[in-house]
C-alpha cells in the first residue's frame, strides 16, 4: 500500500464498509504463502530449482519464458540489464517495496540502453547511460529522452508453481 501510494498518492481506497463482516486489514490465508506443500487448487508441480511459492516477475520473449525471483532484489530498486533470447531486457525490482517491471531495451531507432537504478526517487527507478531518467511506467521524466517510452515485455508476477505452469521448463536468471 505505501509504494501504491507513493505512485497514486491521490488514490484512495472506495470503501471498508462493503456490508460483510471481514477483518480487511489482515491476509486471510494463514500460512499459505510460506507452506509451499499448501495448495489451494489442485497443480502438478516436480520444479525444485526454486521454492514453490517464490514470487517471481515472468517474463515472455518471442521463442521461450525467463524468470526473475523477486527474492533476489533485496536492497532497495535493484536493476538487471541482460539479453535473452535476442530480446534486450531490463528489469527493475524491489521486494521490500513489493514491486517488479520489465522492459525492452532497445528503442525503436536500434539503440540498446544500459540502466542502472535510482535510489529513493519513486516513481522514477532507472537512469540510462545517456543520463535519462525513467519511471517505473517505463516513461522517460528528465534527460535527452524526455517524453520517451520503453516498448513494456509481456510479463506479470506470479509464485513459481504458477508461472511454470503456462511455461513448463522457463529458464530463471542466471540459473539457466
Known sequence: WSTFKTLFPRAGVVTKNTGHNRPYGNYPYGDYR????????PVEFDDTRMPAKWRVLGVRTPHGSRTYPINWFQTGT???????????????????????????????NGT????????????????????????????????????????????????????????????????S
Open 34 to 41: 510460506t507452506n509451499n506443500s499448501k495448495m489451494l487448487f
Open 78 to 108: 535493484d536493476v538487471l540489464n541482460e539479453t535473452y533470447d535476442r530480446t534486450y531486457i531490463v528489469v527493475g525490482a524491489s521486494k521490500i517495496q513489493n514491486f517488479a517491471v520489465a522492459y525492452n531495451r532497445k528503442l525503436s
Open 112 to 175: 540498446v540502453l544500459t540502466f542502472s537504478y535510482v535510489e529513493n526517487e519513486l516513481p522514477v527507478i532507472f537512469v540510462d547511460n545517456e543520463g535519462t531518467k525513467w519511471d517505473i511506467f517505463g516513461k522517460a521524466v528528465s534527460g535527452p529522452r524526455a517524453g520517451e517510452q520503453l516498448k513494456s515485455l509481456t510479463s506479470h508476477i506470479a509464485y513459481w508453481f504458477a508461472w511454470l505452469v503456462f511455461n513448463p521448463g522457463a529458464s530463471i536468471y542466471p540459473l
